[in-house]
């Protein structure tokens, strides 16, 4: 998780997203969803792409499921 690499936490993320810790936990964990908005807030933050972070995990369930 790139988070983690990064040595931040879920309060980091919040705080930089302007949301409540609660609600960055309920978004990682996929009880809620990120907006687009706060996806790129995160990829910029990391320097990586949107691709990189929110869909790795797609796109290797499609390549097993090919």
Known sequence: ME???H???QQDMA???HISRSSYSDKEV???HFRHDE???IAREFNVTLNDI???DEE???EIYV
């Open 3 to 5: 988070r983690q690499k």
């Open 54 to 56: 929110f869909w790795e």
């Open 30 to 32: 996929g009880r809620q």
């Open 39 to 41: 996806m790129v807030i």
């Open 15 to 17: 705080n930089l997203l």
């Open 7 to 9: 040595k931040k936490t």
């Open 60 to 62: 290797l369930d499609k």
